[in-house]
């Protein structure tokens, strides 16, 4: 188990137009990734009883002097700790000087490997934090701020340091990572383009697409019809080889994993983990259908297409003038879903075209009479249309839609693969809002990118553990190279190990994950044997337990569950080592786990 301390009324520092309580963003962190963690507050640092072996500090605190007195004696007495956007007042504790806030930068790859920040390999884009030089501690990163003060001629600071106290250890991450993944996935307020009442959901990126995207190269081009591409003078096809590759939110969250495994193994401690997807996959994908035009003949070409290579989706569909009763009736009876494609304006209720919750409300409305459907579960805007910033969240909530994917488009322009949740983030307490994101690489490969974008942005999805989410519209199925960029997702897909989900099956299966508790005996392993109870609110079936394994140890044979003795086999995922055992969970267990 590990301890999280926060804040949520405490403001974030700095200047900027950043997220002010980003802090409780932690709990959809580690939530999300299955880690079983504690919420404490900075009391907790100078109680009687210890916080526990791991704890990270979720943002950078004001800490009593008792507090940070007790914060020292725990790592002295073999406590690990891990800093996040600043010291906390506790330079020392850490190895580090501090040198004033950090508004934005570039985390730089590191000169040498290191656990935690293996996987990083290209600069990410972070918001937030404390500007910091080592003085003790062991620099495994550093950052390049967009702007540095006057003052200062340094072009690069330290970004991530580990340090040696007593018999315990600490890891700074200067760089404020909440605050960073947050905002990346949330962007910024989308301001409507006149004479339009809503812009597409892209514009609402606060990533920059020249240095924060990269270059692809991609074989035989010419041979690949992208009606996007423009011609120079001389007449020659130009083709935009920039694209958002890497998911800069998946990587800033991999650090702070990296940093919690690469602790606990090193103390000798294991630390259950419920794993992303069943049976330990890797990654999933998933493939869905903006119905544009709502044309029949080229949705049963679609749909026969799909049947034809065994693949589920999900149909976004608008209700105007929409698919027929038969057509419906059909993607109900196989494996496919029915999603809400809301057009802006395409209600029948006014004749301006406006963008409102009136309007969404009566188009999701005919969708369930037109379908016979009760409620529909996802959601995508057409032109993937937004506004604001949040509200449009409410809306969905509001009518039942448990998943939206109206965010994406030219790569990970949201920084993710993994679906999450967003946070009402300018007011103290960071409350969710319970419709789940799930982002979606591009519009139809060949057509609005080259197809040669698809394996590059499939290969990060599967190395972060999300999901491939490939979008394509029925109106472009009777070209021959876009039903040959169908086929060839699915084939590369499945040649990675994914399984291709509709977005109602992500949701149920991602929300039973999270009425998935698993707890341990005051808060520490037990010695010598690991006892840990799960409490499941709903079935899960076939879920993945993974158990850290200690750097030094053995990896168990077994491990038993209720009773029962299970063959554990040993899977490495974020560069570290843990024994997996496939279950279906329900109810109340306990299960144990050999240590040595």
Not at 42 to 65: F, K, N
Not at 79 to 100: K, N, Q, W, Y
Not at 245 to 258: I, K, V
Not at 539 to 561: D, K, M, R
Request: glycine share 10%; net charge negative; hydrophobic share 35%.
């Amino acid at each position: 188990m590990i301890g999280v301390i926060l804040s949520p009324e405490q403001p974030r520092r700095g200047n900027g137009q950043l997220p002010a309580f980003a802090s409780p963003y932690i709990s959809e962190i580690l939530g999300h990734a299955g880690i079983p963690y504690t919420l404490l507050p900075p009391q907790a640092l100078a109680a009687d009883a210890p916080p526990p072996r791991l704890t990270v500090l979720a943002q950078d605190l004001d800490l009593t002097a008792e507090q940070k007195e007790g914060a020292a004696n725990f790592v002295r007495t073999g406590g690990t700790l891990v800093g996040i956007a600043g010291t906390s007042g506790m330079d020392e504790l850490f190895g580090v000087r501090s040198e004033g806030p950090l508004d934005d930068g570039y985390l730089q790859p590191p000169q040498a490997r290191h656990p935690v920040t293996d996987g990083l390999g290209r600069e990410i884009h972070v918001f937030g934090g404390s500007r910091v030089t080592a003085t003790g501690g062991a620099v495994l990163a550093q950052v390049e701020p967009l702007r540095p003060p006057p003052q200062s001629n340094r072009a690069m600071h330290d970004a991530i340091i580990a340090h040696s106290t007593g018999r315990g250890r600490t890891i700074l991450f200067a760089p404020d990572l909440v605050t960073s993944i947050l905002h990346i996935h949330q962007g910024k307020p989308i301001l409507p383009t006149p004479p339009r009442e809503s812009t597409g959901t892209p514009a609402g990126s606060i990533l920059d697409p020249d240095r924060d995207g990269d270059h692809i190269d991609i074989d035989d081009i010419d041979d690949l019809y992208y009606s996007g591409a423009e011609s120079d003078q001389h007449g020659t096809t130009q083709y935009n080889r920039r694209v958002l590759l890497t998911p800069m939110a998946d990587a800033l969250r991999e650090l702070l994993l990296r940093a919690i495994f690469h602790l606990l193994s090193s103390a000798g401690e294991t630390l259950p983990v419920l794993w992303y997807w069943p049976r330990g996959l890797a990654s999933i994908a998933h493939m869905s259908h903006d119905s544009d035009g709502n044309r029949p003949n080229m949705g049963w070409t679609l749909f026969d297409l799909l049947q034809e290579l065994s693949v589920p989706s999900t149909w976004c569909t608008m209700p105007v003038q929409g698919y027929d009763r038969a057509f419906c009736d059909t993607l109900i009876d196989s494996t496919s879903e029915i999603a809400l494609h809301y057009a802006t304006g395409n209600a029948p209720l006014r004749e301006d075209r406006r963008w409102s919750q009136m309007d969404f409300d009566w188009q999701y409305d005919a969708l369930c009479y037109d379908t016979g459907l009760s409620n529909i579960v996802s959601n995508k805007n057409h032109g993937l249309a937004r506004q604001g910033r949040l509200e449009f969240y409410h809306w969905c909530r509001n009518k039942g839609i448990q998943i939206e994917q109206s965010r994406g488009d030219r790569g990970f322009t949201f920084g993710t693969s993994h679906p999450w949740l967003p946070m009402e983030d300018d007011r103290p307490g960071g409350n969710f809002i319970d419709v789940l994101n799930l982002c979606f690489l591009s519009q139809d490969f060949t057509v609005v990118c080259p197809h040669g974008f698809m394996r590059p942005l499939v290969d990060q999805c599967h190395a972060a553990y999300g999901v491939a989410h490939a979008l394509y519209h029925p109106s472009h199925v009777e070209d021959p190279e876009c039903e040959r960029s169908i086929r060839e997702v699915v084939a590369y897909a499945r040649s990675l190990g994914m399984e291709w989900w509709t977005s109602e099956e992500i949701n149920t299966w991602e929300r039973a994950r999270r009425r998935v508790a698993i707890t341990s005996p005051n808060g520490r392993s037990p010695q010598p044997e690991g006892a840990y109870s799960l409490t499941a609110g709903d079935t899960l079936s076939e879920a993945a337990l993974l158990f850290l394994l200690p750097q030094n140890g053995s990896a168990p044979s077994e491990i038993v569950l209720d009773g029962n003795t299970m063959q554990a086999e040993t899977v490495e995922r974020y560069g570290h080592r843990f024994a997996q055992v496939t279950a279906d969970l329900g109810g109340e267990g306990e299960i144990r786990v050999p240590t040595g």
